[in-house]
């Protein structure tokens, strides 16, 4: 064979060496773009987890229908039953003032042993709205950071006849402030510009997260939630550990674990208008010592910031951050924009094209 021929073999070789690398790539960019996008959303409890996947299900799920709702009516009327207890407890553990009617009616609610949705009849309802119009139970309510009631108990208790009515049928807001404790683990599946996602809810308290690690396959992001209103309050499942503590130690733990220290993390920075309100009456202080910029909100929330990131301090991985209301769906849209984003970028990354 000829310098000529053998040029052109080699010539030939080289384009089909070529052609096959591009074929491949091409086949794993159509595989890519079918690939399902694991999304991991862990935090502790009360933090507003499961509230982000309830936006989600109005989002791309079309919201909820008759089934959801009627499972989250006789929910939100065992809170409402539930926050009045919690608020009678707290009144005795207390030692708080109320008047005479509301003692009568405080004793009637434990002789009669109100527990479920059913037991929310016009007669119960009348009780709860003359308790909650005592201004014992305001008092007690203003001191909640000294035992453990749900942040929506005021939002229930003010539509306390609405929620009683035989005809209630939750509206969105009701269903987004309903609490229900995670156990277990919840996924939800949609698409999104023909894009398969799966997002996992995992449950945040102490005794659920064992199952952590079974959720830990194949994720592309963590979401991690965190809620910037309870500097000042403590666990459910541990009297003497601050909420916002906790969530630190979980986070580093997380961030920095094995599986998940060079993966990219969303942290969201949720609750933002309890806190608003709060640091108004608390320094966060009470939380962090070292801080010194008094009850200023947006000082607050760069510090709280600083505090999450400088737990995550892997350079091989990028955190996001995002300040938000979970309950605000227009916000919460906005936020999964930029989480799709974050996700997109990183494959772009991996596959060198950035």
Same mark, same amino acid.
């Not at 009348?126 to 453990?148: C, H, M, V």
């Not at 308290?205 to 403590?234: C, G, M, P």
């Not at 320094?283 to 000082?299: A, I, M, R």
């Given at each position: 064979m000829g310098p000529a021929n053998r040029k052109k073999k080699k010539k030939k070789e080289e384009e089909l060496k070529k052609s096959k690398e591009i074929e491949e790539k091409m086949k794993k960019d159509l595989e890519n773009e079918n690939k399902e996008i694991k999304l991991l959303v862990l935090g502790t409890g009360e933090s507003g987890k499961s509230t982000f996947l309830k936006q989600l299900m109005i989002l791309y799920k079309g919201g909820f229908g008759k089934q959801d709702k009627a499972l989250y009516t006789t929910t939100i009327r065992s809170n409402l039953i539930s926050h009045t207890k919690i608020l009678i407890d707290a009144i005795n553990e207390l030692g708080i003032e109320v008047k005479s009617k509301s003692k009568k009616i405080m004793r009637d609610f434990y002789e009669m042993e109100y527990y479920s949705s059913e037991?929310?009849?016009?007669?119960?309802?009348?009780?709860?709205?003359?308790?909650?119009?005592?201004?014992?139970?305001?008092?007690?309510? +203003?001191?909640?950071?000294? *035992?453990?009631?749900?942040?929506?108990?005021?939002? #229930?208790?003010?539509? /306390? @006849?609405? %929620?009683?009515?035989?005809?209630?049928?939750?509206?969105?807001?009701?269903?987004?402030?309903?609490?229900?404790?995670?156990?277990?683990?919840?996924?939800?599946?949609?698409?999104v510009d023909d894009r398969p996602w799966?997002?996992?809810?995992?449950?945040?308290?102490?005794?659920?997260?064992?199952?952590?690690?079974?959720?830990?396959?194949?994720?592309?992001?963590?979401?991690?939630?965190?809620?910037?209103?309870?500097?000042?309050?403590?666990?459910y499942e541990d009297q003497t550990v601050n909420r916002m503590h906790e969530s630190l130690i979980l986070f580093d733990q997380t961030a920095n674990g094995d599986f998940f220290k060079e993966k990219?993390?969303?942290?969201?920075?949720?609750?933002?208008?309890?806190?608003?309100?709060?640091?108004?009456?608390? +320094?966060?202080?009470?939380? *962090?010592?070292?801080?010194?910029?008094?009850?200023? #909100?947006?000082?607050? /929330? @760069?510090? %709280?910031?600083?505090?999450?990131?400088?737990?995550?301090?892997?350079?091989?991985?990028?955190?996001?951050?995002?300040?938000?209301?979970?309950?605000?769906?227009?916000?919460?849209?906005?936020?999964?924009?930029?989480?799709?984003?974050?996700?997109?970028?990183?494959?772009?990354?991996?596959?060198?094209y950035i």
């Open positions: 037991d929310l009849t016009e007669e119960v309802q009348n009780q709860i709205t003359s308790l909650w119009l005592d201004p014992g139970f305001k008092e007690a309510y +203003d001191r909640r950071t000294e *035992f453990q009631l749900p942040d929506t108990a005021n939002f #229930y208790l003010n539509n /306390c @006849e609405r %929620i009683s009515d035989p005809k209630f049928e939750p509206t969105q807001e009701d269903i987004l402030l309903c609490r229900i404790p995670t156990t277990g683990v919840n996924v939800i599946q949609f698409t799966q997002v996992v809810d995992v449950g945040g308290q102490r005794s659920e997260r064992r199952k952590w690690i079974h959720q830990f396959d194949d994720v592309s992001i963590v979401l991690y939630v965190v809620a910037t209103s309870e500097y000042n309050q403590k666990l990219n993390c969303v942290v969201l920075f949720n609750k933002i208008d309890l806190l608003k309100q709060k640091i108004k009456n608390v +320094d966060l202080k009470v939380c *962090f010592p070292e801080y010194t910029s008094g009850k200023n #909100y947006e000082q607050a /929330c @760069e510090f %709280i910031k600083q505090k999450f990131l400088e737990v995550g301090r892997n350079t091989k991985r990028t955190i996001f951050t995002h300040f938000t209301c979970a309950t605000d769906t227009e916000n919460m849209r906005g936020v999964f924009d930029a989480v799709t984003t974050t996700v997109l970028e990183a494959e772009l990354k991996n596959e060198g």
